[in-house]
């Protein structure tokens, strides 16, 4: 069977002595609502042509751990896996997204941009070079067509005490995951 991979990290920074605390309501649970949404949605109305599997990995923030054990136990063959769509920081989108991995997986890119300039969904797709920064990392390094997705927009609080749900606009967001399960759909 093939299978596309769709996943977040659900761990964040955590606490800091007694005093600080680090929410991680966009870095990750804004990727990890992004993920759910786009099950929920694939639930219902399953891809034509793939198997979907959902991970939420936890161990990103300490060097992609969840991700770097699932790649390494060799659990699914890369030869199985068409594509991984990582998402992470999804709670804005005002200026659009950015693609990491689009220079590798030009193919993948290129068809994110048709789909958008078709609909205008969202504001912009930019491309990123490769970055060891996300679970997707260990699946490119195995072989297998990874992107990974985040949102562009004025909140810019990334591993701070001010990543809260509060400072989220979401203003993008259903907008993305349309983009997101077209793009799905199309494999």
């Known amino acids: 069977d093939s299978f596309i991979i769709v996943s977040a990290h659900y761990d964040h920074l955590g606490r800091m002595g007694k005093q600080t605390y680090f929410p991680g309501a966009n870095d990750?649970?804004?990727?990890?609502?992004?993920?759910?949404s786009i099950a929920k949605e694939i639930q219902g109305q399953p891809l034509p042509n793939h198997n979907v599997l959902f991970i939420a990995f936890a161990g990103e923030e300490i060097g992609l751990e969840g991700s770097s054990f699932f790649v390494n136990q060799h659990i699914l063959g890369g030869d199985q896996i068409s594509l991984v769509l990582n998402l992470d920081i999804m709670g804005s989108g005002e200026e659009g997204i950015t693609v990491v991995n689009a220079s590798l997986f030009p193919k993948e890119f290129k068809k994110l941009q048709k789909i958008n300039a078709r609909?205008?969904?969202?504001?912009?797709?930019?491309?990123?070079?490769?970055?060891?920064?996300?679970?997707?990392?260990f699946f490119t390094k195995a072989g297998v067509p990874s992107i990974f997705i985040y949102t562009m927009g004025p909140n810019k609080n990334y591993h701070d005490v001010a990543d809260q749900f509060a400072a989220l606009s979401f203003s993008a967001y259903d907008d993305i995951k349309e983009l997101l399960l077209l793009f799905l759909n199309s494999f």
Do not use: C, F, Q
């Open 28 to 36: 990750n649970a804004s990727g990890v609502a992004m993920m759910l």
């Open 119 to 137: 609909k205008k969904l969202i504001e912009a797709i930019k491309p990123r070079g490769p970055a060891a920064n996300s679970d997707h990392y």
